[in-house]
């Protein structure tokens, strides 16, 4: 196992070096097919056949540089390894080749890279030149089929690595699109709360001017900490997405459910009676899902600030065996006569959106008793005896 990741990891170093030095790694391909063709020159040749010359080598070596552009002008590079070619067989005697190095990369190279009429081209000149070169060579029906096959071959691993390269940037664009979705939904929950708790206390602030001063200037505190808070949290999430700064700025985690306090202080203090309850065993979660219980209690209590007009809510979290239910209730005028119990406006779709990217489900309707409105969030978390383990 350790072999195994040990090789896997030096692959993908390998891959990312690649990515980001192409033109290193094509000098590369280009030194390492002139080290094999090197070496029929090099081995000692039987006495009825000349021996190798510096020229026939030299013609060997001009055949091999064009690779170094084989990404910028694939096409173009497969005329000149073929011109090259075709003027080592006429015009010097040196040592054959076992395999066509050249005309196998650029053969790769341009299935990979190229558009389709330049993919049709080359096989068109394909079909044509192995031939000639095969007669002119030996003549031989098994050599044809031998060249036919790993030309053939050269190309299906070019296709194949195209529609791997394919598939790859899907994914990524899918990835990228999921965290466009993700940081949309943190920033309308982060804005919709401290929006909706600041329009209460602002509108709440002229009444206890004239009534209460002192609860006036804690409305105004309310309204001053609320806004900055928002400001951080968007500050965080802006930082996600910022390119091309100096170095990145240090995230902060996001909220869990040691948060919830404070979330619900915050509300307390825009004039709604919050209680906070649990049930069951309470026990750690993941990281992302006390992060998804936190926004889940954050939109709840957001809708029943700006649409409820209810004096008092409840938020409860009940433990069972694998499975966390989130309830959040309130004594507001509830969902009017006649509307889906599932329906709802961003807030509660982002609240299903967010229990079911973990699996879980979401049920938004009457409270009980036909009474206020009533989020219930189940989502599925390790066991008690998972945890101890």
Avoid at 195 to 205: D, H
Avoid at 296 to 315: D, P, S
Avoid at 337 to 345: E, N, S, T
Wanted: hydrophobic residues 45%; glycine residues 10%.
């Amino acid at each position: 196992m350790g072999v195994r990741g040990d090789v896997r990891g030096w692959w993908e170093r390998a891959r990312e070096f690649g990515a980001s030095r192409p033109q290193t790694v094509d000098v590369g391909i280009a030194l390492l097919v002139q080290a094999a063709m090197t070496m029929p020159f090099v081995v000692p040749r039987p006495p009825e056949l000349e021996p190798a010359t510096w020229p026939a080598y030299g013609l060997t070596t001009l055949t091999v540089v064009p690779l170094i552009w084989r990404r910028r002008a694939p096409f173009a590079v497969l005329l000149a390894i073929a011109a090259t070619s075709a003027l080592y067989r006429l015009a010097v005697e040196g040592p054959g080749q076992p395999l066509p190095y050249t005309g196998l990369v650029i053969v790769y190279t341009i299935a990979a890279l190229s558009p389709p009429p330049q993919r049709l081209a080359a096989a068109l000149l394909l079909v044509v030149a192995v031939p000639v070169s095969v007669w002119l060579n030996t003549r031989s029906a098994r050599e044809l089929t031998f060249s036919l096959f790993v030309f053939a071959a050269a190309y299906v691993f070019g296709r194949l690595t195209d529609a791997r390269q394919r598939a790859a940037r899907v994914e990524n664009e899918r990835a990228a699109a999921r965290e466009r979705a993700r940081i949309a939904r943190e920033m309308h929950d982060i804005l919709s709360h401290a929006v909706s708790l600041m329009i209460v206390q602002a509108e709440a602030g002229p009444v206890a001017v004239r009534a209460a001063p002192e609860k006036a200037e804690a409305a105004f505190d309310a309204i001053s900490a609320t806004g900055r808070d928002a400001m951080a949290q968007l500050r965080r999430m802006l930082g996600v997405l910022r390119e091309g700064t100096e170095g990145p700025e240090p995230l902060e985690p996001q909220p869990d459910l040691g948060a919830l306090p404070g979330l619900l202080e915050g509300v307390r203090a825009g004039g709604l009676e919050v209680s906070y309850g649990t049930v069951g065993g309470v026990r750690s979660l993941p990281a992302a899902t006390g992060a998804t219980v936190y926004r889940i209690v954050q939109e709840a209590l957001t809708n029943v600030v700006k649409h409820a007009a209810a004096r008092t809510a409840a938020v409860r979290l009940a433990y069972g065996e694998g499975v966390l239910e989130v309830v959040v209730t309130d004594d507001g005028r509830g969902p009017r006569r006649g509307a889906r119990p599932a329906g709802g406006g961003h807030g509660l779709v982002g609240i299903r959106e967010r229990a079911a990217a973990h699996g879980g489900t979401a049920e938004c309707g009457p409270g009980p008793e036909g009474r206020g409105f009533e989020v219930r969030v189940t989502l599925p978390v390790a066991a008690v005896r998972e945890v101890a383990r």
